[in-house]
DNA sequence: CAGGATCCAGGGAGATACTG
DNA sequence: CAGTATCTCCCTGGATCCTG
């Protein structure tokens, strides 16, 4: 069985993570777990770089999985608005967790692809 | 200022999410979460199907960002060991949680792609 | 043992244009 | 408004071979 500090030969965190993480899937689920429902446009404005074309696609994943649930009404303009499903929201503290970390790194003046302070006068000495 | 609730709009999420998730990148921070220090073979077996490139590609990149602390010994053979760093550790807290709701969903039966139980005969029912 | 160097193929991201 | 349909391009993962 697994037990606690099994490591990942066989273990469940694979596909999981295919699922939820990944370039933007996160932030969605990050901002419809802080906020629903949305709609499609809203979380077009929560991420200005963000493509139609690849909202579109991982939400459609996302429904797929089960993970977030889709609203439409049928009426025009159409009107169509996202929320996690009960599953997804068992993400929520794993966001939260990783949103506190985002936080707490930034403050101590984390920089992508450079580390933290430390690490970069580290660097410098060389 | 972030307030709590803030949305993506400028949220510091978008480069701490590229720097912890990615493939395999998650699931070599598990494992070194899990148990560590790790040696390169290690990690390797931990993830058969890993290729040794991307392996490093991965531990490099988190050194890089000052996740992951990247020891050696200059002995033949050589031996070199990874553990997360300090900052890494903040991530303890979310790489749990992820795990915990890898073992609930997959009890749940869910499957990728095709979402839970429910979505399935939701489906299937159409 | 722990990698560095190359080469290659596939897929996902992005831009653009169109539609119910 | 909320998509869909293509097309292209680049990046990433994987395989293979070589080295301190």
């Not at 689920?29 to 979380?43: A, I, K, M």
């Not at 506190?100 to 430390?118: I, R």
Request: aromatic share 6%; with cysteine.
């Amino acid at each position: 069985m697994a037990t606690v500090g099994s490591s990942c030969l066989g273990c469940p965190m694979d596909p999981v993570l295919k699922a939820v993480t990944g370039r933007w899937t996160t932030t969605i689920l990050w901002n419809l777990s802080t906020e629903s429902p949305l709609r499609f446009g809203e979380l077009m404005g929560l991420m200005p770089a963000i493509s139609a074309k690849v909202l579109t696609d991982r939400l459609r994943m996302l429904e797929q999985n089960g993970i977030v649930l889709r609203t439409q009404k049928s009426t025009i303009p159409p009107e169509v608005s996202y929320e996690l499903t009960t599953h997804g929201q068992d993400l929520h503290q794993a966001l939260r967790s990783l949103h506190e970390v985002a936080l707490k790194w930034n403050a101590e003046g984390w920089v992508p692809g450079q580390g933290f302070p430390e690490d970069q006068v580290a660097r410098a000495a060389e």
